[in-house]
């Protein structure tokens, strides 16, 4: 596809090409969010180490990494979804081409979000029960309970945003923001 060719696919949707630049824009930020709790789970477990060595510890490392390892998850599902990084059967999807892989993506497209929604509106009602019931985690912490929720939710309805602007990608043939072999800056080159 020529660029001129793209630009007139752009200029007729828009709409969507918008709502896609704008929801990878906001997967690009839940991962850089998802990067930052990774390195805090290697501080934590390096102040640890330390504090072992002292006869001492935090008493909260192994709650606190589940829980930066449950947020690191969701926060990047979204991104690893635009680079295709998520494990994907293509048995019949790899065997076709034009309209008919473009009808059967966008199905599995709608299958996928009517998924993700229902459990990102799952997880943030419970992140909204705990917040309101002020549950906290049973270690010396007490960390509130809604905050691990709270971003485990907002990791899953990135993802469903980002699966609704594959899905009208699909539907519209639209070009995506990363073209195919690209490198990201997020990425790193190896």
Same mark, same amino acid.
């Given at each position: 596809?020529?660029?001129? $060719?793209?630009?007139?696919?752009? @200029?007729?949707?828009?709409? +969507?090409?918008? &709502? =896609?630049? @704008? %929801?990878?824009?906001?997967? =690009?930020?839940?991962?850089? %969010?998802?990067?930052?709790?990774?390195?805090?789970?290697?501080?934590?477990?390096?102040?640890?180490?330390?504090?072992?060595?002292?006869?001492?510890?935090? &008493?909260?490392? $192994?709650?606190?990494?589940?829980?930066?390892?449950?947020?690191? !998850?969701?926060?990047?599902?979204?991104?690893?979804?635009?680079?295709? +990084?998520?494990?994907?059967? @293509?048995?019949?999807?790899?065997?076709?081409?034009?309209?008919?892989?473009?009808?059967?993506?966008?199905?599995?497209?709608?299958?996928?979000?009517?998924? !993700?929604? /229902?459990?990102?509106?799952?997880?943030?009602?419970?992140?909204?029960?705990?917040?309101?019931?002020?549950?906290?985690?049973?270690?010396?912490?007490?960390?509130?309970? #809604?905050?691990?929720?709270?971003?485990?939710?907002?990791?899953?309805?990135? &993802?469903?945003? =980002?699966?609704?602007? #594959?899905?009208?990608? /699909?539907? &519209?043939?639209?070009?995506?923001?990363?073209?195919?072999?690209?490198? $990201?800056?997020? =990425?790193? $080159?190896?």
């Amino acid at each position: 596809m020529s660029a001129s $060719d793209t630009r007139d696919i752009a @200029g007729r949707n828009r709409p +969507a090409m918008l &709502f =896609q630049r @704008g %929801v990878y824009a906001l997967s =690009q930020a839940a991962a850089a %969010v998802a990067a930052l709790l990774v390195v805090g789970m290697v501080l934590h477990i390096l102040l640890e180490i330390a504090l072992r060595m002292v006869d001492r510890s935090t &008493f909260v490392l $192994d709650e606190v990494v589940g829980y930066a390892i449950a947020g690191a !998850t969701f926060l990047s599902l979204g991104y690893a979804f635009e680079h295709s +990084a998520l494990v994907r059967v @293509g048995l019949l999807v790899d065997r076709l081409s034009g309209r008919p892989r473009r009808a059967l993506e966008t199905i599995c497209g709608l299958a996928t979000l009517a998924v !993700t929604s /229902q459990i990102a509106l799952v997880i943030g009602r419970t992140a909204l029960r705990s917040f309101e019931r002020g549950r906290t985690s049973s270690s010396v912490a007490e960390i509130p309970l #809604w905050i691990p929720e709270a971003v485990c939710a907002a990791g899953m309805t990135i &993802f469903s945003l =980002q699966v609704l602007a #594959w899905t009208l990608r /699909q539907i &519209f043939d639209l070009p995506g923001p990363v073209p195919p072999g690209e490198i $990201d800056p997020l =990425q790193n $080159d190896l």
